[in-house]
């Protein structure tokens, strides 16, 4: 098995502060997981189990988007991106139901399909990596490309094909 070539470069500033507004969007998601908390355990009218239940998903979100964010500020204090070269092997995407949606037309028009909970892959000489839908749809198998990763959040910063 071939393995991608990766070498670590420093972030620009550029780099640094769009991901910082890009990243920004959580504080908003952190707060309104607080304040679900603070409503759900603040409601005697509810019964016990719903508040635990309510108050146990609120707090594991919170925990899990306070880590992520950890996580992102880290790699961006520490200013390194990794940068792997190589060549896309397979792209593949998991999930995609479609949700039925309504057209509101009140004429049976039918319905639009909106894929939802979709996962794209692709696979850089065999080794996986999660990307978003703008850069799985940007490539396509056997292009050669520099991929710009943070391996800790595991979040794709950017993708260019060097050849194909």
Request: proline letters at 4%; a positive charge.
């Amino acid at each position: 098995m071939i393995s991608p070539s990766t070498i670590t470069r420093d972030l620009t500033q550029k780099e640094i502060r769009k991901m910082r507004r890009k990243h920004f969007v959580i504080v908003p998601v952190l707060l309104v997981a607080a304040l679900i908390l603070w409503v759900i355990i603040g409601v005697d009218s509810l019964p016990v189990p719903a508040r635990l239940a309510g108050g146990t998903i609120a707090s594991l979100a919170l925990i899990i988007f306070i880590i992520k964010h950890l996580k992102m500020e880290r790699e961006l204090r520490n200013g390194k991106v990794d940068v792997i070269s190589g060549v896309i092997t397979e792209k593949r995407k998991m999930g995609g139901n479609f949700k039925s949606v309504s057209t509101g037309a009140g004429v049976s028009s039918g319905s639009t399909g909106r894929p939802s909970n979709t996962t794209f892959f692709i696979f850089i000489d065999q080794k996986k990596f999660t990307v978003p839908s703008t850069i799985y749809s940007r490539v396509k198998e056997g292009d050669r490309v520099e991929f710009d990763y943070f391996p800790n959040s595991q979040f794709c910063l950017g993708i260019r094909v060097v050849s194909e």
